[in-house]
């Protein structure tokens, strides 16, 4: 199928879009203007033509006719002076034929006999040389005056121009004289193409310097689209990468959260069926100690230093499985996978007032069904250890927890009343291992943590999680 012109034009390049569509438009406006040109050249030459040969002819034709200034006729001698005029001059090289008109529009002379003597309807040239202008045009010879000169051509030169009477501004009479235009059309057409080349080779050279400039531009803004676009590939590809490595990074993340879940699952398991186990022998056999010292036979003052050194090393062990089995119970993680994310929260939530003893607001908003297991993991894991924090360092004053969906991402807001810190000397080091616990779990499923805290005001923890596990916004 032939491909439209525009379609064609569209897939060239800037420098041959712009040499076709500025040569269209020089080629025209060469044209147009050679054209204009050439009309104004055509009518300053005849112009110029018919003013010469109407003066010319007015210095010898004037003073024949000066009969007219008082009478209607020219006498006879005049009139045999006036044919010689056009038959024996070299004037009659130039002037075809030749006539005088009266004011009535009558015909006072010609050299055609048959018109002489006739009037006719005063035209618009003849007119305007009444008015003491000399008009001239080319004529196509369709009126009836125009018989006699016929036979001359198709076309002449008419020119009608004033005579005046002698020593006045009178106008006494109109003559009107005919000139071929073989002539004239032979300079008229080779002033017009000296002006068409002229301004063609004009035109031609700023076409050929600015084609040049435009072409080196074109050239530049090529290679540079060309270097663009391979710039641009490479970092799609990069970007395209980075897009994989990402989602691998989320992938692993996620799942390493549930392993994680798992070892803590058996560390609890193994704290509890091993140190759990051994040290509540050891407070039995404890027990018997102490029954068996109770009735031994040692002075006074030793059993009583055994007994009161037998009380505090049961107390350390009695302390110390109630810790182990503390741990051991916080380890374990509720099982979550038929929890929705609401329940979820409420369960965190009532642990850690049973736990505590303490109250803690709970608002919901618009919290989605389908939130997966990590991070229904990561939002327990969050909010359980920030109302740990809530309860040892603010006394669980003003606990709040508030959890919203906004823009397709959960938004986790954990709050205290408590004395605030600085979060500028925030460090690992400095008992705040439990913060950067939490960092670690949100940024590695993709979302953003935030402390907002300062001495006096309380504290904020503020985590924004996607709904699922790659559900990311890329930074490009």
């Known amino acids: 199928m032939t491909a439209l012109p525009g379609a064609i034009f569209t897939r060239l390049n800037l420098a041959r879009q712009y040499m076709l569509a500025s040569f269209v438009i020089l080629v ?13 050249i055509e009518a300053g030459v005849v112009n110029e033509t018919s003013a010469t040969t109407a003066l010319y002819m007015n210095s010898f034709v004037a003073p024949l006719v000066q009969d007219l200034a008082t009478g209607d006729e020219i006498r006879e001698k005049n009139v045999a002076r006036l044919d010689a005029l056009i038959k024996e001059t070299p004037l009659g090289r130039y002037v075809l034929s030749f006539k005088i008109w009266s004011p009535e529009g009558r015909v006072v002379y010609s050299v055609d006999r048959s018109v002489m003597g006739q009037t006719f309807d005063i035209g618009e040239n003849a007119e305007r040389a ?15 005056e125009h018989a006699g000169e016929k036979r001359f051509g198709d076309r002449l030169l008419e020119t009608y121009s004033p005579i005046w009477r002698a020593d006045s501004d009178e106008i006494i009479a109109v003559a009107e004289f005919y000139q071929s235009v073989e002539h004239l059309d032979a300079q008229i057409w080779r002033t017009r193409l000296y002006g068409w080349l002229t301004l063609g080779l004009a035109a031609l050279a700023v076409y050929i310097v600015l084609a040049g400039i435009v072409r080196r531009g074109s050239d530049t803004i090529v290679r540079q689209q060309r270097e663009l676009g391979a710039k641009v590939r490479q970092l799609t590809d990069l970007l395209a990468e980075n ?25 609890s398991a193994e704290l509890h069926d091993g140190p759990a186990q ?18 031994c036979s040692c002075d006074k003052q030793t059993l009583k230093q055994a007994n009161r050194d037998l009380i505090t090393v049961q107390r350390s062990v009695h302390d110390a499985l109630e ?27 009532r642990g850690h007032e049973l736990r505590s003893n303490t109250k803690v607001a709970l608002d919901l908003r618009s919290l989605p069904e389908d939130a997966s297991l990590p991070v229904k993991i990561t939002v327990y894991r969050v909010v359980q250890e920030a109302l740990n924090n809530a309860y040892r360092h603010a006394g669980g004053k003003d606990q709040r927890v508030e959890v919203a969906q906004a823009h397709g991402r959960l938004i986790v807001d954990v709050v205290d009343g408590g004395a605030g810190f600085d979060p500028a000397g925030l460090t690992v080091g400095n008992g ?10 949100v940024e590695s499923m993709g979302g953003v943590f935030q402390v907002d805290a300062a001495p006096g005001r309380g504290t904020r923890i503020h985590a924004e999680l996607p709904r699922q596990p790659g559900e990311h916004e890329y930074v490009h």
């Open 28 to 40: 025209c406006c060469t044209i147009g203007i050679g054209w204009w040109i050439g009309r104004e």
């Open 130 to 144: 009444w008015n003491g202008a000399v008009a001239t045009e080319i004529s196509t010879l369709s009126e009836d």
């Open 243 to 267: 897009r994989d490595l990402s989602e691998r990074v989320r992938r692993a993340a996620s799942g390493t959260t549930a392993r994680n879940e798992n070892l803590l699952r058996r560390i």
């Open 278 to 295: 051994a040290l509540g022998l050891a407070v039995l056999r404890l027990d018997a100690v102490m029954e068996h010292t109770s009735g």
């Open 323 to 349: 810790e182990i089995r503390k741990l051991s119970t916080g380890l374990i993680l509720p099982e979550l996978d038929e929890l929705t994310l609401q329940e979820t929260l409420q369960r965190v939530v």
């Open 432 to 441: 705040r291992l439990g913060l950067e616990g939490m960092r670690q779990r």
